[in-house]
């Protein structure tokens, strides 16, 4: 009842703006009292409309009340806070339920300040003035305010747990250590904590070494990603402009070269149409001298034949055309010739030294997840036995060899019908899904082959859906017997320089997303990798051109 009036109290003498106690209280004309402060903070932003109003009956007021301080509610607030009566608390001093409540408030609870681990209590910033007044409390330990403060309670005695059992690894209270935890290793709770916040301090510096340590690699990564990038659009521009340079000189030589051509056509179209026209005047000079003679031959007088043959005018000097004789009927084959032979010399050169200009290209291991095997030693430690699915082959593909073998055969072989079976291309898939790091061989003759690795979910259907590399589920290598290789994902290929291998090797991290093809021989050189992301287990496969060619893994 008394909390009651106490609040009635607060309430009745509380500002309706700042719900504090009444500073300067000022008496409205309507009777309602306010901070001098907020009421004229409130009538200023209304001296637009020049109509002021009470915020609690709306009153209006025409022109502005003149305020003076209320002497005598200004002393009774006064007497009121020198007896300890505060203003009623704002709403966000009470307790929600995310807070720690206080445990004395009875009706609606203020937010706990504090938690005392000897009462198991928690107060809030009234209740808990006690325990900074009173002697009696010195040896109180406040922490902040938790809801957990029963879990310090003994279930079985019903005492505050300050013991630690080492034996069992527990909090325990002191009637525990006397009774099921007696000959235990026990001590104090403070004791136990001091060892295990040094274990903590070990673990958090151990931490924040491990923080700096990765920070720096995350550093240097970076720096190594920046020298990449810059390193290769050095490389990029350099090789760019020499092959501009290249392809600048070829054009100006084929310009040239046609200018030459176009040149020599003109002379000789010149000269061969100056002759035809001393030829064709040679002709009628020609005709007019048979048809004179003609004439002359059919002239029956004598006389007449004599005196008119005579005056016949020798012929001209005959025109020589011994070098449209001699000369060939087709024209510039030897420059047709010799560009055929430049162009023989540069693909040559093209396809002997890229080899080389791609492997001055570095695998940068160092922004890849494991350690990346370089030399065929290293690779093999990482070897996968392979052996081939008979449920996925073709018919026409004849497994052998433990299943390790393949030959494509003209006659069918006789298969069982199987949903994984390819029924359009001679492929076949392993057995064995691969995942993790892992590397294998082939070794195959008799024509030109694919080497493949593929989701198990490829189509066994139709072309575009199945062959190997012409979809998003599938990347190969096709090797093209005496010529080179091309690589193909997605039907996009990319072409890679020869010479072509009897064997070659497949490397696979799967979790790095790292897919490697090698050609196998004296040497062990990288023809392409890819770096992507694997979403499913992969598979090793094959695909045939011709028959009686066999791969062995």
Not at 31 to 46: A, F, L, P, V
Not at 50 to 73: A, D, E, G, H
Not at 164 to 174: A, G, K, L
Not at 306 to 330: A, G, K, W
Request: include cysteine; aromatic fraction near 8%; glycine fraction near 4%.
């Amino acid at each position: 009842m008394a909390q009651r009036r106490v609040k009635l109290v607060r309430e009745t003498f509380s500002c309706s703006f700042c719900l504090d106690l009444l500073k300067d209280p000022v008496t409205t004309p309507c009777g309602h009292s306010y901070c001098m402060d907020c009421i004229q903070r409130h009538w200023d932003g209304e001296d637009g409309k020049q109509i002021y109003s009470c915020p609690q009956c709306r009153k209006t007021f025409t022109p502005r009340p003149v305020l003076r301080k209320n002497t005598m509610l200004s002393d009774l607030v006064e007497q009121m806070m020198k007896t300890g009566l505060q203003a009623a608390p704002a709403d966000h001093c009470y307790a929600g339920p995310e807070d720690v409540a206080c445990d004395v408030c009875t009706g609606r609870k203020l937010k706990a300040l504090k938690s005392c681990l000897v009462c198991l209590v928690s107060y809030c910033d009234q209740h808990l003035q006690p325990h900074y007044d009173s002697s009696a409390f010195e040896k109180h330990k406040l922490v902040e305010p938790s809801k957990n403060l029963q879990e310090n309670i003994c279930s079985h005695h019903d005492e505050v747990m300050k013991m630690f059992c080492r034996t069992d690894q527990q909090c325990i209270c002191y009637l525990c250590s006397v009774d099921e935890h007696k000959g235990h290793d026990t001590v104090s709770a403070a004791a136990e904590r001091t060892e295990r916040q040094k274990e903590l301090e070990g673990s958090q510096q151990n931490i924040q070494q491990r923080i700096q340590d990765r920070e720096k690699d995350v550093k240097l990564l970076q720096q190594e990603v920046e020298a990449i990038n810059s390193y290769a659009d050095k490389a990029v521009k350099d090789s760019g402009n020499v092959f501009y340079t290249l392809t600048r000189r070829l054009e100006y030589r084929s310009r040239a070269l046609e200018q030459h051509i176009r040149f020599q056509q003109k002379s000789e179209v010149r000269r061969a149409k100056e002759l035809k026209e001393k030829l064709e005047q040679e002709i009628t000079e020609l005709k007019r001298k048979d048809a004179e003679m003609k004439k002359l031959s059919h002239t029956e007088n004598h006389t007449q034949f004599l005196h008119n043959y005579s005056p016949l005018s020798p012929l001209s000097e005959s025109t020589d055309s011994s070098s449209i004789i001699s000369r060939p009927l087709r024209y510039f084959e030897d420059v047709i010739t010799a560009v055929a032979e430049i162009k023989v010399k540069l693909l040559d050169v093209l396809t002997d030294k890229w080899a080389n200009i791609s492997l001055t290209v570095p695998a940068v291991d160092v922004l890849l997840p494991n350690p990346q095997p370089k030399t065929r030693a290293e690779l093999l430690k990482y070897s996968r036995k392979i052996t081939l699915d008979p449920n996925t082959a073709r018919p026409g593909v004849m497994l052998s060899e433990g299943n390790r073998k393949a030959t494509l055969l003209e006659e069918k072989q006789t298969y069982s019908s199987h949903p994984d079976r390819f029924d359009t291309m001679p492929q076949v898939l392993s057995k064995e899904s691969l995942t993790g790091q892992c590397y294998w061989e082939v070794e195959y003759k008799g024509g030109s082959m694919c080497f493949a690795v593929t989701y198990k979910d490829i189509s066994r259907a139709g072309r575009k859906e199945s062959v190997f590399g012409w979809n998003d589920k599938s990347w190969a290598l096709y090797s093209y017997e005496g010529c080179n290789y091309i690589f193909f994902h997605n039907n996009r290929d990319t072409e890679l320089p020869g010479p072509v291998s009897s064997r070659v090797g497949v490397y696979l991290d799967h979790s790095a997303g790292l897919l490697s093809f090698y050609r196998v021989s004296d040497t062990m050189t990288l023809l392409h990798r890819v770096q992507t992301t694997f979403t499913q287990p992969l598979y090793a496969g094959v695909r045939f051109y011709c028959y009686g060619s066999t791969v062995e893994f």
